[in-house]
């Protein structure tokens, strides 16, 4: 069984920053893929980024790539999400994700069996 706990969200007004973490069990990220989705009112949820098990090849959404950034420690046993240059579009509310698999493609909802409760993030114009 996995665990997983958001945190980090919050209110910003555009072009701010803001960093999730991602609060997981016992070896969890570094032994599972892990990856952040995101949900809007009205809209179902989209993948926004995504860490590998093995070498860290990470992925990212066209529409976060450049500004937001996935990344690890392995001795908090945390994933986190650095999110910059922020825009009233990525208001939502984030999910963690855990792949214990190791299979499927890290953008699908699909490929993760373990999520976290989620936590808003808001950004102003």
């Known amino acids: 069984q996995v665990q997983l706990v958001e945190s980090g969200g919050g209110l910003v007004q555009a072009g701010g920053s803001l960093r999730l973490s991602c609060a997981a069990s016992?070896?969890?990220?570094?032994?599972?893929?892990m990856g952040w989705f995101r949900r809007t009112v009205g809209k179902e949820r989209e993948f926004v980024a995504a860490?590998?098990?093995?070498?860290?090849?990470?992925y990212y959404a066209d529409s976060v790539k450049g500004r937001f950034t996935i990344s690890r420690d392995n001795a908090k046993n945390t994933v986190y999400l650095q999110m910059n240059s922020l825009k009233p579009e990525d208001t939502a509310v984030y999910y963690c994700?855990?792949?214990?698999?190791?299979?499927?493609?890290?953008?699908?909802?699909?490929?993760?069996?373990?999520w976290g409760q989620g936590t808003q993030v808001t950004v102003s114009s």
């Open positions: 994700a855990a792949d214990t698999t190791g299979y499927g493609s890290s953008w699908l909802e699909s490929a993760y069996d373990y």
């Open positions: 016992r070896r969890t990220v570094s032994s599972y893929g």
């Open positions: 860490i590998r098990r093995n070498r860290g090849g990470t």
